[in-house]
C-alpha cells in the first residue's frame, strides 16, 4: 500500500501498528501548523492568541494572514480526511463498516451535548440548581466515555479478522 493510499484511500485494511503509526503522522503534522503560525506571526502573535488577547479576525489582516489561514484550513481538511480514510480502513480490518465511526466518533459527542443540553435547560432561571443539573449530565458524560472507551479497545488493541473478510485480504497475512 503506497503512502498516499494509506492516507487518503478508503479501501482495503490495515493493522493496529499502522493506525498507531497515524498518530505520529499526526504529531507530525501539528508541528507542521505550529511552524506555520510561528512562521507567520511570530511567537508574541501566536502566544497572545493563545492567552486571549487577541482574536483570529485581528490576525488575519493582510495577504500573508489570509495566506496563512488558507493554508492552515487545507491541512486542517487534508488531515481530518486522512483521519477518517485510516480509522476506516482499520474497521475494515475488525470486519466492520465505515458505519461505525458514527458510533465510536460522532455517539460520543452526541452524548456529551444532549448531557449539557439538558443540565443547562434545568439551569434556566435557576442558579441554585447548578449541582443537581451538573449531577444530570453526568450519567451522558460517562456513557461518551464508555463508548469512547469501546472504541479505543476495538481500533487499537484487537487484532483484525485473521484472513481475508468482506474488506479485502489479511495485512499479516504474509507475517508471522
Given at each position: ?72 484550513t ?7 480526511y ?55 449530565a ?14 479505543f ?22 507475517k508471522?
Amino acid at each position: 500500500m503506497s503512502f498516499s493510499s494509506y492516507l487518503f484511500s478508503f479501501d482495503g485494511r490495515i493493522n493496529r501498528a499502522k493506525l498507531w503509526l497515524f498518530i505520529l503522522i499526526g504529531l507530525a503534522w501539528q508541528f507542521l501548523i505550529l511552524a506555520i503560525l510561528y512562521a507567520v506571526f511570530g511567537v508574541a502573535g501566536v502566544s497572545d492568541f493563545a492567552q486571549g488577547r487577541t482574536t483570529i479576525p485581528s490576525m488575519l489582516v493582510g495577504v500573508t494572514g489570509l495566506i496563512a489561514a488558507v493554508a492552515i484550513t487545507i491541512l486542517i481538511l487534508a488531515y481530518l480526511y486522512a483521519a477518517i480514510a485510516v480509522t476506516v480502513k482499520r474497521l475494515h480490518d475488525r470486519d466492520k463498516s465505515a458505519a461505525w465511526l458514527l458510533v465510536f466518533w460522532v455517539l460520543p459527542l452526541v452524548l456529551e451535548i444532549v448531557g449539557a443540553a439538558v443540565a443547562g435547560v434545568m439551569m434556566i432561571g435557576e442558579p441554585d440548581r447548578n449541582t443537581g443539573a451538573s449531577l444530570i449530565a453526568v450519567p451522558f458524560a460517562v456513557a461518551a466515555l464508555a463508548v469512547v472507551l469501546w472504541g479505543f479497545v476495538e481500533l487499537y488493541c484487537l487484532r483484525g479478522t485473521v484472513g481475508d473478510n468482506s474488506f479485502g485480504t489479511d495485512p499479516l497475512a504474509n507475517k508471522s
